[in-house]
């Protein structure tokens, strides 16, 4: 019998892993879970749409390399299927002009024993992202007659889901870390929301 998904713990040596791709990566405009994430001096801010080929190339170079050196080591590396990042998501609760990337499956898949789960992220411009991994998934469900495919409830990610105004220019770096420590993000409590790492 094949065990393809097989993962208990965090120390036992790595077999098999899925490393990310760059292709057609794209600066995500900005949303209620994403306001703050690029800094203030940043000459990215304000920007979003496909990212420049030249970072989208050394990233790939990076990923490729990643995956050479893992299989140098004995590591079997799967890949997504990157889809073409630069088009809307659209839902009757949300628009947004773009997607993002296939970059971190770590954010996206949650392994846990046999079992993979595809997690209910708070990006918006992440709605669609685990529709790349989606081949890897069945080929392992047809292959491994153990594997576990789930799905975390789809989330709506209307605005009932975010905190408005949460991220505030006013408000200070102590302030931010203070909130951090008292688990108080950008997300509400309305629906069920994570991400995988």
């Keep these: 019998m094949t065990k393809i998904v097989n993962s208990w713990n965090d120390f036992d040596p790595l077999k098999h892993v899925i490393v990310g791709r760059a292709d057609h990566s794209c600066v995500p405009p900005e949303e209620p879970a994403t306001s703050e994430k690029v800094p203030i001096d940043s000459p990215m801010r304000g920007m979003w749409g496909p990212r420049p080929l030249e970072t989208?190339?050394?990233?790939?170079?990076?990923?490729?390399n990643l995956a050479r050196v893992l299989e140098e080591r004995g590591v079997k590396v799967d890949r997504p299927s990157p889809l073409q990042w630069n088009q809307p998501v659209i839902t009757p609760d949300f628009r947004?002009?773009?997607?993002?990337?296939?970059?971190?499956?770590?954010?996206?898949?949650?392994?846990?024993?046999?079992?993979?789960?595809?997690?209910?992220?708070?990006?918006?411009?992440?709605?669609?992202?685990?529709l790349a991994f989606r081949p890897l998934l069945s080929q392992y469900f047809n292959e491994d007659p153990e594997f576990l495919w789930s799905q975390a409830p789809r989330p709506r990610l209307s605005d009932k889901s975010y905190k408005h105004n949460y991220y505030d220019e006013r408000i200070s770096l102590e302030e931010r870390l203070v909130r951090t420590a008292n688990k108080d993000f950008v997300t509400t409590e309305e629906e069920i929301l994570f991400d995988a790492a």
């Design 96 to 130: 947004t002009g773009s997607m993002m990337t296939c970059m971190p499956p770590r954010d996206t898949l949650l392994t846990i024993g046999n079992e993979i789960i595809e997690a209910a992220m708070s990006f918006r411009c992440r709605y669609w992202e685990y």
């Design 56 to 64: 989208v190339e050394k990233a790939n170079a990076q990923l490729d």
